[in-house]
């Protein structure tokens, strides 16, 4: 990021630059000062960066620009010369399509069984003295969560690590007044800071993560959600595997899976997803070798290698999963710990349509990118191409697929050396899934209900109804953000993983930009430089 070093000090040299006080020797990480206000061209430049510094410095590996356009039009050209097809060789089209679903659902039944067969190799290191931990930021960017920010606060206070260590960071919009005037009201502890991020495009979370990014100077930045239940010893966890991994460990990716799965059909199903996602299929992906497409939250970065690959893309709606694999491409790994999150999943069919047309578009948007790369060695992207072309593919097909086959075999309409073969396949590429699911679920220490996982062909279905809307939004609007409601559920205020421990001491709310005192636990030699002047490292 020296480029954008450059541009700071430049704008910063005619302003005063805000400072903190020195920090005693052996004492708080945090002191009794408030952290200046920015100044607002600052803010105004930080937050421009924060939206374009990727696509200016490498455009090729942002998804601002013609690729998520290129991605739509390519699948609706594929599309159109399908139904075209269809119309015209009605046979051919089906031999076609026939052997595409077998190959897809070899290709998924192979993975799947080495998934059930492979055991997670989760990451472990020995305990150490807290004194030993390395500093540690979390941030948490919030739109419109004024309703849960009292559990997140209560939740992150749980956590179990040196207070002088560790510093949470609420990273809110400048016009979401509601949650804004929450937060300043609330009785954060010395920890805690409110971080304000300008009005801009676009607006998503990795642009705000981008903005929150310059005030870190930890050795480890977090990511968590608002409706987030993390385990209170994972972020200890990570620091350990971090202390005892070489400089190629970027990233520690925590489990996931939901609190309130019991509370319809639907976050059942979810959870079976997860459960396989993260027990099986991630697990499978470390020991290959391959690069892990992240969950939007529990990651656990070293920060000097998150910012040396640029840190988030702001135009791409599943910025995990891109940064996953960047990561990778750039020659680092990323591991696996066991301690988990619960989150909140969607009750209701739309919100989760909503919610999985995002994560198909951001798919797609991060396979044009890697498509179009070219500085990169080909073992270091086709895996990342298969994992993420796979999962569109199979959403985008899953129901035409399912349907030809069943209309061939009830109306005798093909060959049966055509529509035989792909049924079986179909049945054993369910069998398959249903099995890891069930492995996962066990190995996540999650009940396995057979009703629940005879739903799961049902619930794959919708996967398409989601990929035609994220199809459509490719063409028309490749960067909108469908935000995920929460606290909506029954479940939201039930008890977190563990009981939370007492409540810090009440301190009052802050300034304008910045609701705490000192900020994050610091690593510079000089505890009087200004935070504005060291946004890497």
Known sequence: MALLDNDIRHVAADQPRPRRSARPRGGHAFNPTRRARLPDNLAT??????AF????????????????????RAALIALAGLALMAITVPTLTLTIASLVSCALFTGLIVLRLAAVLAKPAW???PGCADGDLPTATIMVALYREAAVLPDLARGLASIDYPTDRVAFKLVLEADDTETIHVARRMALDPRFEIIIVPPGN??????????ALRLCRSELVTIHDAEDRPDPYQLRRAAEAFRVAD???ACVQAPLNWYNREETWLTRQFALEYAAHFHALLPLYQRLGWPLPLGGTSNHFRRDALVRVGGWDAWNVTEDADLGLRLHAAGYRCGLIEPKTLEEAPLRLVPWVKQRTRWIKGYAQTIGVLAVRRDTPWRRVWPGMLVLGGAVASALLHAPLSLACLIALATRAGPEAASLPALAFMLAGYASAITCAAVAMRRAGLPVRIRDLAGMPAYWLLQTLAAARALRQLLTDPHRWEKTEHGVSAMTRSPCISPLPPRSPV???????????????????????APASSPGP
């Open 45 to 50: 430049l930080w937050a421009h960066q924060a």
């Open 53 to 72: 510094g990727l696509s200016v410095r490498r455009p090729d590996l942002s998804a601002f620009g013609p690729t998520s356009g290129r991605m739509g």
């Open 123 to 125: 990451l472990d290191a």
């Open 202 to 211: 676009p607006r998503t979370k990795p642009r705000a993560l981008n903005y």
């Open 247 to 249: 400089q190629r460990l």
């Open 507 to 529: 301190l009052p709310s802050a300034s304008d930009c910045f609701s705490s005192p000192a900020g994050d636990p610091d690593n510079r030699s000089d505890p009087n430089a």
